[in-house]
């Protein structure tokens, strides 16, 4: 499933009403309660982007609040947010809304984070953001900071795949007829409405962007006099979606079969189902983590740290091994990433190993783990992340 996107962060940390309009920005910025606006375009990075247009939001206030490092905040966790909607999105292109998070910084590190409103619906994806979010850091801020952060995810509706439908093949179910109606003309009707189920396909594949769970039966009940319908109307709708029910009755009663005459009346059931493609199933990732080497710094807990952060994102790997399984069935084996931190933030991802030989799938791990940042961690370390990928 491939898409053409760009990627806008807009983070504002808003200002709070100032009892003093004529303060100085150096005032401000004292009481951590200047406003800042930046937005950048951040380009897709493997060959599957899915998102467009989320924007992360940031209010608050505390005391001594570095609004420099919470621009900077906003700019290295940005991407973080994109791959992990990315992942969801490609299972589910509908997926969109806003997801609010008020959270606790005490001297740059974040003590507690909690989900105080989810628009998406999907509570896994609120959750692994969540998960995310409190690994993050505001450098050189001190004191206790209170951050709502709003999180807007909206996908591209620029070249993606539509939704697919199973075929519909309708049939007529003919009430009464009036003598000059014959036998033949029974029969182009029933030609003519089976063919149509290609055209209330695609009607239904379009709705299926907006309204993924919309399934069941539209019923229509029409008239024909000398082939042109002269009435129609709805007999029955059980998808729930009265936009949907009413699209496909426009277009029935744009239908025109020739070579018919007189009077007939008959119903047409639309079966509308969406067809869900089988995603292949992988084995659970269980990451090894090797030091490499390692500054003074570095102590026996922040490796503990390291260590517990990969092992808690295997399901996120596993995801993206899933997804290229789709394509090649065939690939397995073994992906060693070479992970250089400093201060907890990954700067270098290296691919030292690859067994599968899959290039945009190494690619694609090497991606997600440049964006990952773990909070508690000061000083310089190097390890190899063995990542060990098998199918069900």
């Known amino acids: 499933m491939r898409a053409t996107i760009t990627f806008m962060l807009l983070l504002t940390v808003f200002s709070l009403v100032l009892a003093n309009e004529t303060s100085t920005e150096t005032e401000k910025a004292q009481e951590g309660r ?25 209010f608050g206030h505390g005391i001594n609040l570095n609004t420099i490092g919470v621009s900077q905040f906003g700019d290295d966790n940005v991407n973080q947010i994109r791959n992990i909607y990315n992942q969801y999105l490609e299972d589910d292109l509908t997926l969109e809304g806003i997801i609010n998070i008020n959270t606790t910084f005490t001297d740059g590190s974040l003590s507690s984070a909690t989900v105080t409103s989810n628009t998406t619906r999907n509570d896994e994806l609120a959750n692994e953001i969540l998960s995310a979010v409190r690994e993050w850091i505001i450098e050189e801020s001190e004191g206790i900071s209170n951050l709502c952060i709003g999180i807007q995810l909206q996908r591209s509706s620029n070249d993606f795949e539509l939704p697919r439908a199973y075929a519909i093949n309708p049939s007529a179910s003919f009430i009464e007829k009036s003598d000059e109606v014959t036998s033949d003309m029974v029969g182009k009707i029933t030609s003519y409405v089976r ?53 496909i009755l426009w277009a029935v009663k744009e239908w025109h079969i020739e070579g018919v005459e007189g009077t007939v009346t008959f119903e047409v059931p639309f079966l509308l189902k969406r067809l869900i493609p089988m995603i292949p199933k992988a084995q659970a990732v269980y990451p090894d983590v090797i030091v490499i080497e390692e500054s003074y710094e570095i102590t026996s807990d922040m490796v503990d740290k390291i260590t517990s952060y990969i092992d808690a994102r295997g399901g996120q790997i596993k995801r993206i091994y899933e997804r290229h399984l789709a394509d090649d069935p065939g690939i397995a084996g073994r992906i060693i990433i070479c992970m250089l931190m400093v201060d907890g933030k990954v700067t270098d991802a290296l691919i030292e190993q690859d067994t599968i030989g899959n290039i945009e799938l190494a690619a694609e791990i090497s991606s997600i783990i440049s964006s990952w940042q773990i909070g508690g961690v000061k000083g310089f370390i190097r390890v190899n992340a063995v990542f060990v990928l098998q199918p069900k």
């Open 34 to 58: 200047v406003t800042i606006y930046t937005s950048r375009i951040v380009k897709p990075e493997t060959e599957r982007p899915l998102s467009i247009m989320s924007g992360m939001g940031t």
């Open 195 to 247: 063919a149509s189920g290609e055209s209330i396909k695609s009607i239904y594949e379009r709705y299926l962007t907006v309204s993924s769970m919309c399934t069941g039966w539209i019923i229509v009940s029409l008239t024909l006099t000398d082939g042109i319908v002269s009435s129609a109307n709805l007999a029955m709708n059980t998808t729930g979606d009265g936009a949907l029910a009413n699209n």
